[in-house]
């Protein structure tokens, strides 16, 4: 199998036994172009099973979980916003506790916290170390 970086300046090959199973990473998967290429050697029949995981709506897509400071970033397409090459959502948060569930925020690849310590006598300020 061979392996080539989306700049082409880095190539690598890892030689695969009968029956192999690789699983790669998701950093592989992004970062690196990967396939078997033909093997003239071979007279037999070669059988190769991919199975992936691809939601192109979102491959690149943020959620940014912030405060006030964070109103005038917006997302989608035009003048003033990510782009569409960043699909995503802005979901007001104004301090720790408010932070939804990990199993509230949905399928975003990218999760950016920018929320205030807004209030510093909370039940998290133990937490947070004062420098």
């Known amino acids: 199998m061979t392996f080539v970086n989306n700049d082409a300046s880095q190539t690598e090959s890892l030689e695969l036994q009968d029956s192999s199973l690789l699983i790669t990473s998701r950093y592989a998967q992004d970062f690196w172009k990967h396939g078997i290429l033909p093997d003239t050697d071979v007279t037999t029949e070669r059988v190769s099973f991919t199975f992936r995981c691809i939601s192109p709506r979102f491959l690149n897509s943020t959620i940014l979980l912030g ?19 960043m699909p995503g959502k802005r979901v007001k948060v104004g301090h720790i506790e408010a932070l939804p569930a990990a199993t509230e925020i949905g399928p975003y690849r990218n999760i950016v916290i920018h929320t205030g310590i807004n209030s510093i006598n909370s039940p998290y300020s133990a937490l947070i170390p004062l420098l």
């Open 67 to 85: 405060d006030s400071n964070t109103a005038k970033i917006s997302f989608g397409t035009g003048s003033g916003t990510l782009g569409a090459w």
